[in-house]
């Protein structure tokens, strides 16, 4: 079946940086799109990166700049750099593919 497994979030100061990593099972990863969505408490899930099979990206306009989606098709992995990290980045991160099949989350929080 199909799993994806999200890993890497934590606490970083406000300014920091932080990768998180999506381990994908059970598709043929290489050929398929995937994007990452963050939920903060009391707001609803957000799409923030989205990658498609050949690697084109885009991106929220809060996240422009700061956040990087990478896929290594190798590793059956997608990737997202967090860098110059905010107190209102801080959420549970999922990954997910076709808004169908969701990882657990991981939550990253960001200290002021």
Known sequence: QVQLVESGGGVVQAGGSLRVSCAVSGIAFR?????WWRQAPGKQRERVAFINAGSSTSYADSVKGRFTISRDNAKNT???????????DTAVYYCSYNQIYWGQGTQ???SS
């Open 78 to 88: 997608v990737f997202l750099q967090m860098n110059s990290l905010k107190a209102e």
């Open 108 to 110: 990253v929080t960001v």
């Open 31 to 35: 050929v398929n799109a995937f994007g």
